[in-house]
C-alpha cells in the first residue's frame, strides 16, 4: 500500500520560508513524476511544482523564482518554499504519479499558513 508522509508545515510570516517533505513508501512500481499540489480554501487544487525521475522540474508560475522542488533519493521530496506570501496559503499535498498509467497518489496534506 502506497503511503506517502509530509511533514514541515506551518505558520510563517510573509517573506519567510518553510521547507515541505515528503516521504514515499509501499511503492513497488516505476515512478513518473514526485511533486506537491496545493489547494486553498474555495479553490481547486492546483500543481506547484513538480519532479520527474530524470531531473526536469514544472512550476506554477506564481512559485517560480521563489520555490525549488528536488528529490533527496528515489522515494523522497522535498519543497523549498522562499520569500513565502499570504497567497501561498493553502493546504499541501504530495503527489506521486505513476509511470504509464498515471494512477495519482496522495499524501493527507500539511497547512502551510502565511501572515501578512
Known amino acids: 500500500q502506497v503511503q506517502l508522509v509530509e511533514s514541515g508545515g506551518g505558520l510563517v510570516q510573509a517573506g519567510g520560508s518553510l521547507r515541505l517533505s515528503c516521504a514515499a513508501s509501499?511503492?513497488?512500481?516505476?515512478?513518473?513524476?514526485m511533486g506537491w499540489y496545493r489547494q486553498a480554501p474555495g479553490k481547486q487544487r492546483e500543481l506547484v511544482a513538480a519532479i520527474t525521475t530524470g531531473g526536469f522540474t514544472d512550476y506554477a508560475d506564481s512559485v517560480k523564482g521563489r520555490f525549488t522542488v528536488s528529490r533527496a533519493n528515489a522515494k523522497m521530496v522535498t519543497l523549498q518554499m522562499n520569500s513565502l506570501k499570504p497567497e501561498d496559503t493553502a493546504v499541501y499535498y504530495c503527489?506521486?504519479?505513476?509511470?504509464?498509467?498515471?494512477?495519482?497518489?496522495w499524501g493527507q496534506g500539511t497547512q502551510v499558513t502565511v501572515s501578512s
Open positions: 503527489n506521486v504519479r505513476r509511470l504509464r498509467t498515471e494512477n495519482d497518489y
Open positions: 509501499g511503492i513497488f512500481f516505476s515512478i513518473s513524476t
